[in-house]
């Protein structure tokens, strides 16, 4: 048993080394959790005013204490590193939290296939349902997705396949029409529609969707590309491919992750897009599948519609389809992961050779 | 098993002259690969054997600054004739690199497949052609069991080894090895070598290689290049191997290949 105890030398060996570090960490947030229950002070001022300042100061001290300057430097980057992940988690974890929470008294089986042609703003929560946005919003991004993917990789294909001298110039352009306001998208579209007179359907919401879709895609798929070695497609032009085999048999492939990734952020880009769509769709209380003929409803849209609302059925509506969102999303990242995995995994198992 | 139906071709450089935009790297290259004869370029650093490597199966036009004059002959055909198409001679012209680039995605067997696939010929009967490419480059016990695996799973030496079987499976006239075993531990470098031997029965062989004792080990001739400060390199001596490493004519062959300079 002695061996056992002396593997892992860097282990924190001694008692009052861990009672000190134990206290370090523990003593500044009773105390100020004491302060704001006993002094009755806000929760914002005993974290700021009295947990950070006592916390930075025994973090300091330990450090100091253990290996002066050098310790002091690394106890308050451990320190700091920590307490910030843990602010942003927990400033994460209350948005979905309070999502969750508030959506889920809106949830019922009929809230997810019913539509909305009955409802208002005041009718009571038995009736009616996100059905109509689910579908509209799963088409219009689908639209958006078999428009924005292709063109998206190829314009990353033309990136770093060709020598091309207009590639500056491509690149800066997606460049800035990635950081594109989404509102100014949707107003784009409005404008080509009152010109052309064409009237508000799934269609032209996608439509405003896709030039924000698009550069992210290519920017993305382009970074992947660009990390797949050279000697990959040197070693398939040397074999006698021609280009195109070379680059959609090896290269293709061996950027496959980094192009799911590129369609993921792509799909995150648009899928909870509110004010293109308002201006280019607004809304639909009914189930409508052509998104050539006639508004369709989207989950966005549908929470903007219902927030804005006095009435807490409203709200509720607004929160559950909000919920339904944060699912649809889940849903769609979950299997396109699972889509890229089961794919590489058929080349793993080394039972065909065995016959 | 070793049915090596392949019938080795010469390949001879003639005025073989490089660029890289401005910059010429090599000036007139005169050398002749007889058939079934291995043939090794030695020389220090930037002195452009590997870039005349790329050169003689026109993997070098795919850098978009290059420049070539001369010919490059084949069996008696210029390679860099307009009626030839790059495919073609890439097809009968195979090439090791360096590195070792097994296709990461492609399993063991897919690699070896691969050349075929890429090139658009049909394969006829895989799994005898994956055998006897295996044997031939002498991995096939190594991986006999898991040729499902990825191909990123094999060591460095199996990898590069793999990458030969890669080439071999495409039965081409003539094999270019650009450094095959400068990543590779010694007794991976013996197998190599011993395989280079066994190869040269049915191929003609260039291999580029910065170990005077493997030039020495595999090679029937050895070209040596040189190439002075800021003018472009050249051949200085070739010959066969006995005498450019036992009694070079030119001095300068015999500082290197002697460890006095490189």
């Known amino acids: 048993m002695s061996n056992l105890a002396s593997r892992q030398p860097w282990a924190l060996s001694s008692n009052t080394f861990k009672l000190q570090l134990a206290l370090v960490s523990t003593i500044p947030s009773i105390i100020g959790v004491l302060f704001v229950i006993l002094g009755n002070l806000d929760f914002s001022i005993g974290l700021v005013g009295v947990f950070l300042p006592i916390q930075v100061l025994t973090v300091a001290a330990f450090g100091w204490r253990k290996a002066r300057r050098r310790g002091l430097s690394d106890a308050l980057l451990i320190f700091f590193t920590i307490f910030f992940s843990t602010l942003v988690l927990v400033l994460l974890l209350s948005v979905l939290g309070s999502v969750i929470f508030e959506g889920f008294k809106a949830m019922s089986p009929h809230f997810l296939y019913e539509n909305n042609r009955y409802v208002g703003t005041t009718t009571s929560l038995e009736y009616g349902g996100v059905g109509h946005a689910i579908l509209g919003t799963l088409l219009i991004v689908l639209l958006t997705t078999v428009a924005a993917v292709p063109l998206g990789i190829a314009m990353a294909v033309y990136l770093t396949q060709s020598q091309s001298k207009m590639r500056g110039v491509v690149r800066t352009v997606t460049q800035s029409l990635a950081g594109l306001p989404s509102v100014v998208a949707g107003l784009f579209v409005l404008a080509i529609m009152q010109f052309t007179h064409i009237e508000r359907s799934g269609f032209t919401g996608a439509l405003a969707l896709f030039p924000l879709m698009l550069p992210t895609v290519a920017r993305v798929a382009e970074e992947s590309l660009r990390l797949v070695p050279p000697d990959l497609r040197m070693a398939a032009l040397a074999l006698g491919a021609p280009n195109y085999k070379a680059f959609f048999q090896v290269v293709l492939p061996a950027a496959k992750s980094g192009i799911i990734t590129a369609l993921l952020l792509g799909l995150a880009r648009v899928v909870g897009e509110t004010a293109p769509l308002i201006l280019t769709i607004n809304m639909n209380n009914t189930t409508n599948l052509n998104p050539f003929n006639g508004p369709i409803a989207s989950l966005p849209t549908y929470v903007y519609s219902f927030l804005g609302s006095n009435y807490s059925s409203s709200q509720q509506r607004a929160w559950g389809a909000a919920l339904v969102l944060l699912i649809v999303v889940g849903i769609l990242f979950g299997s396109a992961r699972l889509l890229s995995r089961k794919k590489s995994l058929k080349t793993k198992p080394a039972k065909k050779a065995k016959k | ?262």
Request: a negative charge.
């Open chain 2, 1 to 262: 098993m070793m049915n090596a139906t392949s019938t080795a071709s010469t390949l001879s450089a003639e005025n073989v002259s490089v660029w890289f935009g401005e910059r010429q790297v090599l000036q007139d290259v005169n050398l002749v690969f007889p058939a079934n004869q291995v043939t090794a370029l030695i020389g220090p650093s930037g002195c452009g054997k590997s870039t005349f490597l790329r050169t003689l199966n026109r993997m070098h036009e795919l850098i978009p600054s290059a420049g070539l004059a001369g010919r490059v002959l084949l069996d008696g055909q210029d390679i860099y004739d307009p009626s030839m198409d790059a495919v073609d001679v890439r097809i009968k012209i195979g090439m090791v690199f360096q590195k070792p680039n097994p296709f990461p995605t492609m399993s063991i067997k897919e690699n070896i497949l691969s050349g075929l696939k890429l090139s658009g010929r049909k394969i006829t009967d895989a799994d005898e052609l994956v055998e006897t490419s295996l044997r031939r480059a002498s991995i096939w016990n190594e991986v006999k069991d898991r040729l499902g695996d990825q191909a990123l799973s094999l060591s460095g030496g199996q990898q590069q080894r793999l990458c030969i079987a890669r080439s071999l499976a495409m039965n081409p006239e003539v094999l270019l090895m650009d450094e095959p075993c400068s990543a590779l531990d010694p007794g991976s470098t013996r197998r190599i070598e011993e395989t280079i031997q066994e190869l040269s029965a049915s191929m003609t062989i260039v291999i580029v290689t910065h170990n005077m004792q493997q030039a020495q080990r595999v090679s029937d001739q050895t070209a040596f290049f040189l190439a002075d400060e800021n003018t472009p390199g050249g051949v200085v001596e070739f010959g066969s191997t006995e005498n450019v490493f036992n009694q070079p004519i030119d001095p300068r062959t015999n500082d290197y290949v002697n460890g006095h300079f490189g």
